[in-house]
C-alpha cells in the first residue's frame, strides 16, 4: 500500500522514457550565462569584472542579506559581459557571462576532501550558505535558512524527499541509484546540524531499484529509515511527506519545524556532503530532458549556466511534431520562451511535448461536480476559490485557505471542464499578499 496522504491523483507518469538511462556528463558549452538570482530571496550582488579570469567554483556573487546565496562559476575562462538574460520564462535578470576557455581549472579548495567531523553546525550552515546550496527540488529556497532553526523549535526528524512524484522527471531516481552514499552522508549531515535523532527517506513504490539502493547505504545506520510512499500526486508535496512519513499536519500558516521536521530534497543532500566534505560548490545538477517529443531521453549532469538548448540537442534533438518545451516536469513546470535560456539551480527537467499530447482543450464554466475537492491534497475547495479570485473577492478566497494552496495543478488535471485553476490560484494569492503590504 504505502505511505500516504489524504487526496491527491497519479497521472500517467511517462517515467519509463528515462528512469534506465544513467546520469550523462554533457560536453562543456562554449559560453555560460549565470544568473545573480537563482533562488528565493534578495539577489546576489556581482564581485567579478568584465574581463576577468576565472576558475571553476568561483564564486561570482555575494549573498545581499540572509535570505541570499552567492552563485559560482561552473567554468574557467573570462568574464565577458554581465548583462540581463531572459530565464525560462522570458523574464530578464542580470547574469554573468563567462567564454569557456575548457581547461576546467579549479578554483582554490574545490573538490579538496577534508575531515568535517569537527565542525560545529554553525561552521556547516556557514558553509552551506557560502557553496549557494539551494532547494533542487525546484524550490530553490537557500538551504542554509531552512538549516537554521530557532531556539523555541525542536527537530525530531530530517525528512529526504526522494518522492520524485513530477511526472516524466527522473533525475533524482537516478541519483539515489548511482551516488546513495553521498546522499546519506548529505542527510547526516542535515541530522547533526538541526540535532535530530531520526532521519527518514521517502521514495514512492515506482522507484524499487532506488529503494533498494537507499536501503543498503542505511543498513547501519539505526535511526536512519527507508519508507515507501504510495504512487500518488502530490506525494512529494513537503507538507504532504510530513502526513505520509510521521502522520502529522502542519498548522495551516506554518511552517515543518512548527511539527518537527526539516524536509529536504535528495538532490539537496548531496549537494550538502559536496560542499561540506569536499568543498564544492552548487554549479552543476543533474536533469532530466525527455518526453515523447524529443529523440533520446537523457539523465544529463550540466553545469548551470548552459543553454537548455545544448541538452536538448545532446538528447538527439527536437522531433518534427514538437508542441512545447516546458521547464520543469507537466503538472507544475511552465512553458520555455526560448531555449537558449539557462540551467540554473532548480531546472530538474526538461519535457518536449509532441501535437499530440499537448492539445489545449477550451476552459468551460464550472460544473460543480466536486472533482477537485477530492482530489485536493490540502482538502481545500479549488472550484470555489476560483470563481471568487475570478470575480475578485480575495479576501473571501483567503478565508477560504487559497493561502495554503501549494499550486500543485492536480485540481486542474481531474477538472472536465478544463478549467485553468492554479492560473487564479496564483493571481489570487499574488492580491491577498498586496493586501496584506499596503494595510
Same mark, same amino acid.
Given at each position: 500500500?504505502?505511505?500516504?496522504?489524504?487526496?491527491?491523483?497519479?497521472?500517467?507518469?511517462?517515467?519509463?522514457?528515462?528512469?534506465?538511462?544513467?546520469?550523462?556528463?554533457?560536453?562543456?558549452?562554449?559560453?555560460?550565462?549565470?544568473?545573480?538570482?537563482?533562488?528565493?530571496?534578495?539577489?546576489?550582488?556581482?564581485?567579478?569584472?568584465?574581463?576577468?579570469?576565472?576558475?571553476?567554483?568561483?564564486?561570482?556573487?555575494?549573498?545581499?542579506?540572509?535570505?541570499?546565496?552567492?552563485?559560482?562559476?561552473?567554468?574557467?575562462?573570462?568574464?565577458?559581459?554581465?548583462?540581463?538574460?531572459?530565464?525560462?520564462?522570458?523574464?530578464?535578470?542580470?547574469?554573468?557571462i563567462i567564454e569557456n576557455d575548457k581547461e576546467d581549472t579549479l578554483f582554490e579548495g574545490v573538490?579538496?576532501?577534508?575531515?568535517?567531523?569537527?565542525?560545529?553546525?554553525?561552521?556547516?550552515?556557514?558553509?552551506?550558505?557560502?557553496?549557494?546550496?539551494?532547494?533542487?527540488?525546484?524550490?530553490?529556497?537557500?538551504?542554509?535558512?531552512?538549516?537554521?532553526?530557532?531556539?523555541?523549535?525542536?527537530?525530531?526528524?530530517?525528512?529526504?524527499?526522494?518522492?520524485?512524484?513530477?511526472?516524466?522527471?527522473?533525475?533524482?531516481?537516478?541519483?539515489?541509484?548511482?551516488?546513495?552514499?553521498?546522499?546519506?552522508?548529505?542527510?547526516?549531515?542535515?541530522?547533526?546540524?538541526?540535532?535530530?535523532?531520526?532521519?527518514?527517506?521517502?521514495?514512492?513504490?515506482?522507484?524499487?531499484?532506488?529503494?533498494?539502493?537507499?536501503?543498503?547505504?542505511?543498513?547501519?545506520?539505526?535511526?536512519?529509515?527507508?519508507?515507501?510512499?504510495?504512487?500518488?500526486?502530490?506525494?512529494?508535496?513537503?507538507?504532504?511527506?510530513?502526513?505520509?512519513?510521521?502522520?502529522?499536519?502542519?498548522?495551516?500558516?506554518? +511552517?515543518?519545524?512548527?511539527?518537527?521536521?526539516?524536509?529536504?530534497?535528495?538532490?539537496?543532500?548531496?549537494?550538502?556532503?559536496?560542499?561540506?566534505?569536499?568543498?564544492?560548490?552548487?554549479?552543476?545538477?543533474?536533469?532530466?530532458?525527455?518526453?515523447?517529443?524529443?529523440?533520446?531521453?537523457?539523465?544529463?549532469?550540466?553545469?548551470?549556466?548552459?543553454?537548455?538548448?545544448?541538452?536538448?540537442?545532446?538528447?538527439?534533438? +527536437?522531433?518534427?511534431?514538437?508542441?512545447?518545451?516546458?521547464?520543469?516536469?507537466?503538472?507544475?513546470?511552465?512553458?520555455?520562451?526560448?531555449?537558449?535560456?539557462?540551467?540554473?539551480?532548480?531546472?530538474?527537467?526538461?519535457?518536449?511535448?509532441?501535437?499530440?499530447?499537448?492539445?489545449? +482543450?477550451?476552459?468551460?464554466?464550472?460544473?460543480?461536480?466536486?472533482?477537485?475537492?477530492?482530489?485536493?491534497?490540502?482538502?481545500?475547495?479549488?472550484c470555489s476559490m476560483a470563481t471568487l479570485v475570478e470575480f475578485g473577492k480575495y479576501e473571501e478566497a483567503q478565508k477560504l485557505g487559497i493561502m495554503d494552496c501549494i499550486s500543485c495543478g492536480t485540481?486542474?488535471?481531474?477538472?472536465?471542464?478544463?478549467?485553468?485553476?492554479?492560473?487564479?490560484?496564483?493571481?489570487?494569492?499574488?492580491?491577498?499578499?498586496?493586501?496584506?503590504?499596503?494595510?
Open positions: 500500500m504505502g505511505y500516504t496522504f489524504k487526496g491527491g491523483y497519479h497521472p500517467p507518469d511517462g517515467k519509463s522514457l528515462s528512469e534506465h538511462c544513467k546520469i550523462e556528463q554533457i560536453p562543456q558549452p562554449d559560453t555560460v550565462a549565470i544568473h545573480l538570482s537563482q533562488h528565493i530571496g534578495a539577489p546576489s550582488k556581482p564581485i567579478v569584472s568584465i574581463g576577468e579570469e576565472v576558475k571553476v567554483g568561483q564564486p561570482l556573487s555575494e549573498a545581499a542579506g540572509f535570505v541570499s546565496i552567492p552563485v559560482h562559476s561552473s567554468v574557467s575562462g573570462k568574464v565577458k559581459a554581465i548583462a540581463k538574460i531572459a530565464d525560462s520564462n522570458g523574464v530578464k535578470h542580470d547574469a554573468v573538490g579538496v576532501k577534508r575531515d568535517y567531523s569537527d565542525f560545529t553546525p554553525d561552521d556547516m550552515r556557514k558553509i552551506i550558505g557560502a557553496s549557494g546550496v539551494a532547494g533542487m527540488g525546484g524550490a530553490r529556497f537557500p538551504t542554509h535558512v531552512k538549516l537554521s532553526v530557532p531556539k523555541d523549535k525542536k527537530i525530531t526528524h530530517v525528512i529526504l524527499n526522494g518522492v520524485e512524484c513530477e511526472p516524466y522527471l527522473t533525475a533524482d531516481d537516478r541519483l539515489m541509484q548511482e551516488t546513495p552514499e553521498t546522499i546519506v552522508e548529505g542527510l547526516l549531515i542535515m541530522m547533526k546540524i538541526c540535532n535530530a535523532e531520526n532521519g527518514i527517506i521517502g521514495i514512492e513504490l515506482n522507484k524499487p531499484k532506488a529503494i533498494e539502493t537507499m536501503e543498503k547505504a542505511v543498513a547501519n545506520i539505526p535511526n536512519v529509515k527507508i519508507i515507501g510512499c504510495k504512487v500518488k500526486y502530490p506525494q512529494g508535496g513537503e507538507k504532504q511527506l510530513i502526513v505520509a512519513a510521521l502522520g502529522k499536519e502542519v498548522p495551516s500558516g506554518g +511552517l515543518p519545524m512548527d511539527v518537527g521536521a526539516v524536509v529536504s530534497n535528495v538532490g539537496t543532500a548531496h549537494c550538502i556532503y559536496e560542499a561540506i566534505a569536499l568543498g564544492k560548490p552548487l554549479y552543476e545538477r543533474v536533469v532530466t530532458v525527455t518526453g515523447e517529443g524529443v529523440n533520446s531521453p537523457k539523465n544529463i549532469l550540466a553545469k548551470i549556466g548552459t543553454p537548455v538548448k545544448n541538452l536538448v540537442d545532446y538528447a538527439g534533438g +527536437l522531433k518534427e511534431d514538437i508542441h512545447k518545451v516546458i521547464n520543469g516536469g507537466p503538472m507544475m513546470g511552465a512553458s520555455m520562451s526560448d531555449l537558449l535560456s539557462p540551467v540554473h539551480k532548480g531546472t530538474s527537467g526538461v519535457l518536449c511535448i509532441t501535437k499530440a499530447d499537448g492539445e489545449l +482543450l477550451e476552459e468551460q464554466p464550472c460544473l460543480s461536480c466536486g472533482k477537485c475537492v477530492t482530489v485536493c491534497p490540502m482538502r481545500l475547495v479549488p485540481c486542474a488535471y481531474v477538472c472536465p471542464s478544463k478549467r485553468n485553476l492554479v492560473h487564479y490560484f496564483i493571481r489570487g494569492k499574488g492580491e491577498v499578499m498586496k493586501m496584506k503590504t499596503t494595510r
